[in-house]
């Protein structure tokens, strides 16, 4: 028989003796304000518990992320409980022309204000915000 996602979740947190310091209620108000209080849905990249892999910091790009339901909510997948971390890059290049340099827009201000606003807990690292699910 085949071991459910949420025992194998339970198993490597209590292994790598990690605390939860999000819960579902924190990650809809985070997914809310993403797309609804930014001037841009934030690219984003995120690691679950069941991953390896370290994320390198994310680059200035023209890519807008999907905050529609990046963590499964309303799905048995996850439903959002097996998120190590989620990486935010409040900073997006506009294409303006082909002769013109595109235009940097750097939300980090708002998105500092809005994780303060609603008690998300985050770190920042270099031009990135990290907010932990589990540390």
């Known amino acids: 028989m085949q071991e459910s996602w949420k ?18 209620t924190k990650r809809r108000e ?9 001037p841009f849905p934030p690219p984003f990249t995120m690691k679950t518990l ?10 200035d790009d023209y890519y807008l992320g999907d905050w529609e339901e990046p963590f ?3 799905t048995d ?8 971390w989620i990486r935010i890059h409040p900073r997006l290049l506009v294409h ?3 002769l013109i340099s595109p235009q940097l827009l750097d939300a980090s201000e708002q998105l ?7 008690s998300i807990p985050f770190a920042k690292q270099d031009m990135d915000y990290l907010i ?4």
Do not use: T, W
Request: glycine share 8%.
């Open 7 to 24: 025992r194998r979740a339970f198993r490597i947190v209590q292994q790598r003796q990690l605390c939860s310091c999000m819960n579902d």
């Open 30 to 38: 985070l997914c809310h304000a993403m797309r609804f209080d930014m």
């Open 50 to 59: 069941f991953e390896e892999c370290q994320s390198e910091p994310m680059q």
């Open 72 to 74: 499964g909510f309303g």
């Open 77 to 84: 997948q996850f439903d959002g409980i097996a998120i190590e």
């Open 96 to 98: 303006r022309g082909r």
């Open 112 to 118: 500092e204000c809005l994780l303060h606003k609603h």
């Open 132 to 135: 932990y699910g589990y540390r």
